[in-house]
């Protein structure tokens, strides 16, 4: 028998769990979670851990709770430690009691471990104290889930209300209030997304918050109502400080969505959180060996023969020199033959066996090499170990117009993953992506591969083309209002036909050039709002 752990996940952001919390998801064999659940914590669990996603969200496919208690079972009695992870603290509307209630029933130890509330949380984030000695001598925390079964006449006569879940109840709260007693003019505080970098905050009154935000879709929201949302103006921190901005990172409040191989680890990634992002990892290539190595082994028998190497990306790298020492052979059998490379990863990944590239293009895209060649071309035998599906089609048929005889070996395979990202497919249901980032041209058709497998598993039916219409306007309605974000021309030019546009796309073709552009990007909206 294994043991399940009902974990209150807090707020949103990693910053707000609890140390117990933090130290169960490391542990977690089974991650069972909730739809508000923060994307960034899935990224706590081992990854073997088995996720499942069984969010609750209004208006949307949901699984029932009978399946949920079902699943917390079932995995604890295969043995499992499992970690059923939910928004806020587990018994504030946290439908625990079921689950409890079902595993006691089948005789499955478990634990409860408390998070903090958005009920308390919002609030404070806001700048809003649920409690003052004048003007709120008691609140009130309550789910506007069935508005219709609360008692208003009650409610109305409280100093602070705390409502859950009443996105899509507004109008109905705030006429239930007025009809009760409340005062049109009493103020009202939404609070959406607390405590997440994408959090929005609208005050007003009883009277005109309705008209504020109409149009707007409220989920998931925290509403304030009471006098002391009137001393938000007093007790928040001077944000808007000269000194404080000066202070902020150009990312800062920015979750950015990276792309990238699976099992690889990325230094995009810290090279953007370095500029104050949060970031979210998205695995689009699964890189594997060839399918034969044949081709490879007998390049490698005849080394001598050529007159250059070509490497054109890290992992052409790594699996050609590993390789290399398969068949008994080092470095020094490439006394004779110079490398050329395409890229400064490439080149650090050859720099970390002590080799130094005879070539690097100034441009870092492999087609500009031919225009950089050293010299001529003509009889030259060149040797291009390449991903197995082929590629870099322009670059071969250029060395091969100059004159040069071009052997192109399958060093490696890259291909898609079985399925998206947890996390990542977390952030982009919940909107919560303000940048896509791609690094190469097979990193965005996988993602749509990904992304259009995910979409048709929810609606049961495959996506069909629609003629002069780019793809993300009717397929990609979570891609709306994000900035897609390509690290070159050729990767740009995928972005175009498959994504429809491209937003930002980097001067210099590397990581930190598509960092630099991103930062640019984030400051020149900065400035124009």
């Known amino acids: 028998m294994g043991k399940v752990y009902l974990v209150g996940a807090g707020p949103g952001h990693t910053d707000y769990l609890t140390l117990k919390a933090q130290r169960l998801l490391s542990q977690a064999e089974v991650l069972i979670y909730d739809a508000l659940v923060d994307a960034q914590l899935l990224e706590l669990v081992p990854p073997d851990c088995l996720k499942l996603d069984v969010?609750?969200?209004?208006?949307?496919?949901?699984?029932?709770?009978?399946?949920?208690?079902?699943?917390?079972?079932?995995?604890?009695?295969?043995?499992?430690?499992?970690?059923?992870?939910?928004?806020?603290?587990?018994?504030?509307?946290?439908?625990?009691?079921?689950?409890?209630?079902a595993l006691i029933k089948a005789g499955c130890p478990f634990e409860v471990v408390p998070g903090v509330s958005s009920a308390l949380a919002a609030p404070l984030f806001a700048g809003i104290p649920l409690t003052d000695s004048v003007l709120s001598r008691c609140?009130?925390?309550?789910?506007?889930?069935?508005?219709?079964?609360?008692?208003?006449?009650?409610?109305?006569?409280?100093?602070?209300?705390?409502?859950?879940?009443?996105?899509?109840?507004?109008?109905?709260?705030?006429?239930?209030?007025?009809?009760?007693?409340?005062?049109?003019?009493?103020p009202i505080a939404i609070i959406r997304w607390a405590g997440c970098p994408q959090q929005q905050i609208w005050t007003g009154t009883l009277a005109n918050i309705v008209k504020q935000t109409a149009g707007i879709s409220l989920s998931p929201v925290v509403i304030v109502v009471g006098e002391v949302v009137g001393l938000r103006d007093y007790l928040q921190s001077p944000t808007d400080d000269a000194e404080t901005l000066q202070d902020m990172a150009p990312?800062?409040?920015?979750?950015?969505?990276?792309?990238?191989?699976?099992?690889?680890s990325s230094e995009f990634s810290e090279l953007l959180k370095q500029q104050?992002?949060?970031?979210?990892?998205?695995?689009?290539?699964?890189?594997?060996?060839?399918?034969?190595?044949?081709?490879?082994?007998?390049?490698?028998?005849?080394?001598?023969?050529?007159?250059?190497?070509?490497?054109?990306?890290?992992?052409?790298?790594?699996?050609?020199?590993?390789?290399?020492?398969t068949q008994d052979k080092d470095a020094r059998a490439l006394s004779g033959v110079k490398i050329a490379v395409v890229?400064?990863?490439?080149?650090?990944?050859?720099?970390?066996?002590?080799?130094?590239?005879?070539?690097?293009?100034?441009?870092?895209?492999?087609?500009?090499?031919?225009e950089h060649f050293p010299e001529p071309l003509e009889g030259k035998k060149i040797l291009f170990p390449r991903v197995e599906s082929g590629g870099r089609e322009v670059l071969v048929k250029e060395f091969t117009a100059k004159g040069a005889v071009v052997t192109e070996v399958a060093t490696y395979q890259s291909g898609c993953p079985a399925q998206i990202a947890p996390a990542a497919l977390d952030a982009l249901q919940k909107q919560a992506v303000d940048v896509i980032t791609f690094a190469s041209s097979k990193t965005v058709k996988h993602f749509c591969q990904l992304l259009d497998a995910s979409l048709a598993k929810n609606s049961g039916q495959a996506l069909t083309s629609k003629e002069g219409k780019p793809k993300s306007d009717y397929c990609y309605p979570q891609l709306q209002n994000v900035c897609i974000a390509s690290i070159?021309?050729?990767?740009?030019?995928?972005?175009?036909?498959?994504?429809?546009?491209?937003?930002?796309?980097?001067?210099?073709?590397?990581?930190?050039?598509?960092?630099?552009?991103?930062?640019?990007?984030?400051?020149?909206?900065?400035?124009?709002?």
């Open 139 to 186: 609140f009130a925390v309550v789910s506007a889930h069935e508005p219709g079964e609360l008692d208003w006449e009650a409610l109305a006569r409280l100093d602070t209300l705390a409502i859950l879940m009443g996105g899509r109840y507004l109008d109905e709260i705030v006429q239930q209030l007025q009809r009760h007693g409340r005062s049109h003019s009493s």
């Open 488 to 529: 070159g021309p050729q990767t740009s030019a995928t972005c175009y036909q498959l994504l429809g546009r491209v937003d930002v796309e980097a001067k210099e073709y590397t990581l930190e050039g598509l960092t630099q552009a991103i930062v640019q990007w984030a400051t020149d909206k900065s400035c124009a709002i």
């Open 343 to 370: 890229g400064k990863k490439t080149a650090a990944s050859l720099k970390q066996r002590a080799l130094h590239p005879d070539l690097i293009p100034p441009d870092f895209v492999a087609d500009s090499l031919v």
């Open 55 to 101: 969010g609750k969200r209004g208006g949307q496919p949901s699984t029932l709770q009978a399946e949920i208690n079902q699943l917390l079972v079932e995995h604890c009695r295969l043995g499992k430690q499992v970690v059923r992870l939910k928004s806020g603290d587990p018994f504030i509307f946290g439908r625990s009691s079921s689950e409890i209630q």
């Open 251 to 264: 990312l800062d409040g920015k979750t950015i969505l990276v792309t990238r191989a699976a099992g690889q």
């Open 276 to 325: 104050g992002a949060q970031v979210v990892e998205m695995p689009t290539l699964v890189i594997t060996p060839p399918s034969s190595w044949d081709a490879l082994d007998n390049a490698i028998a005849h080394l001598s023969e050529f007159d250059w190497l070509i490497l054109t990306s890290g992992n052409g790298v790594d699996y050609f020199f590993e390789r290399l020492l």
